[in-house]
């Protein structure tokens, strides 16, 4: 069972679905057994990943999302920690609720559609896929 934890603010009119869906695919997609794995979602304002941006990434972007893994898998040959309750837990990610907006404004696509990508983009992440 793949558990899902969202974790929103009501002023941000966010499709839970199209963010369990997207992390569902993308977990299929990438063959990731879904016996017991978790992953948290967390929509936030621009101040909260603006903080984060500074704390995490030494930066001071705007960023549609971010994602911080439980492990890092390029530095580890072996794999995910078993965790004594046999969940996986593959880490956080953060969506940016206005800079999606805008995004998808921009990119003249539904904003489900952009969370879809982000969302499934950042969960790629979680496994341990990162850009060249």
Known sequence: MVNV???TDTRYPINRKIIRKAIMDTLASNRVPSE???VSVAVVGK???KMLGREFLKDDQNHEVLSFPYEDL???Q???INFPDNVLRLGDI???WPEVVLLASGEDVMVDAEI???TSHATEHLLGKHHE
């Open 36 to 38: 017991e794995v978790e």
């Open 74 to 76: 390029a530095s580890n």
């Open 5 to 7: 934890e969202i974790h």
């Open 47 to 49: 101040r909260k990943m």
């Open 78 to 80: 072996g794999g995910f």
């Open 94 to 96: 953060v969506l940016c």
């Open 116 to 118: 879809y990508k982000l």
